[in-house]
């Protein structure tokens, strides 16, 4: 990737470098600027995984950045779209996405966007909108939320891995087994099995303020429901994420009585194409993603 590309915005001038180069310190400090949550380790975990641009000024002060995600050979998934104030109204945030366009073309995009965000992407030509809640709060078990569904639940075990990544591809239309594999050590996880069969699984980990639970794929949101519960009895009393389309208004409906109430929305969408497609109807699908960076 070619790097140390200058940019003159008014008065400022930006130089474009691989964010690989990049202190963590200096990219943290960047999203706290911006009230986002993310600790260090959540930087380390993305930079791991995926590849990006960080846009530094005349004194060497990281004022920008974005990463983006190959999860097939024509998709590619972008994420961590951040601006400073004063850059933000220069039009940064065009210039950056225009970079990641250039540097990954032929590729059809996914990104999830915020409120703030939503109206730059969509005059870059972004569509296939889909709604996203944040939810989010002090965890408590709910007393009167049971899912009663077949099969037998336990924890996730190494021999699950690849039945993990089956239903995960089953759900979005591409593999992100390198995702899991980085998840995987960081997370707890069940798993809901039927006929010996595993239909369903809900991952947790740390996260910005204390954990999510994410990523959770089912078919149905009552499994979905069975595999998270766990998750939410572990964590009663601390602070516990999950982002889930909207559509799943029964599981949506279940982290609000969890304490995960609606804290914000986003919103997932696409250029080219849909970022996210399951692969049946009826078939597993994300009912919490991993994270709005990851999907």
């Not at 949550?37 to 060497?60: F, K, N, Q, T």
């Not at 069940?190 to 069969?197: K, P, Q």
Request: glycine share 10%; charged share 20%.
């Amino acid at each position: 990737m070619e790097t140390d590309v200058q940019l003159q915005l008014d008065a400022f001038e930006v130089t474009l470098r691989d964010i690989a180069v990049v202190g963590i310190d200096q990219l943290h400090a960047l999203s706290v600027a911006v009230g986002w949550p993310h600790r260090e380790s959540d930087w380390r975990m993305l930079l791991d995984l995926g590849r990006g641009i960080a846009a530094v000024d005349e004194i060497g002060r990281v004022v920008g950045s974005v990463m983006w995600f190959r999860y097939a050979p024509d998709f590619v998934k972008v994420g961590m779209l951040i601006t400073s104030p004063r850059l933000q109204e220069q039009g940064a945030g065009r210039w950056l996405m225009q970079r990641v366009h250039e540097l990954n073309k032929g590729s059809v995009f996914g990104l999830t966007a915020t409120r703030a965000a939503r109206r730059l992407y969509r005059s870059l030509g972004y569509g296939h909108e889909q709604k996203v809640l944040q939810c989010q709060g002090r965890a408590v078990v709910p007393a009167d939320v049971r899912a009663v569904v077949a099969g037998s639940l336990r924890p996730v075990r190494p021999a699950d891995h690849d039945a993990l990544l089956d239903l995960d591809r089953a759900a979005v239309g591409c593999d992100r087994s390198a995702m899991f594999r980085r998840l995987l050590p960081l997370s707890t996880g069940h798993v809901l099995v039927r006929n010996g069969e595993t239909v369903a699984f809900a991952l947790c980990r740390q996260f910005g303020r204390g954990h999510v639970i994410g990523p959770v794929i089912a078919a149905t949101e009552e499994d979905a429901i069975a595999v998270a519960m766990p998750h939410v009895e572990a964590h009663a009393g601390g602070f516990l994420r999950a982002d889930t389309p909207a559509a799943n208004a029964a599981f949506t409906g279940f982290l609000a009585a969890a304490g995960m109430q609606v804290h914000d929305t986003v919103t997932s969408m696409g250029l080219g194409r849909a970022p996210f497609r399951p692969a049946s109807a009826d078939g597993p699908r994300r009912m919490a993603l991993a994270s709005h960076t990851l999907g």
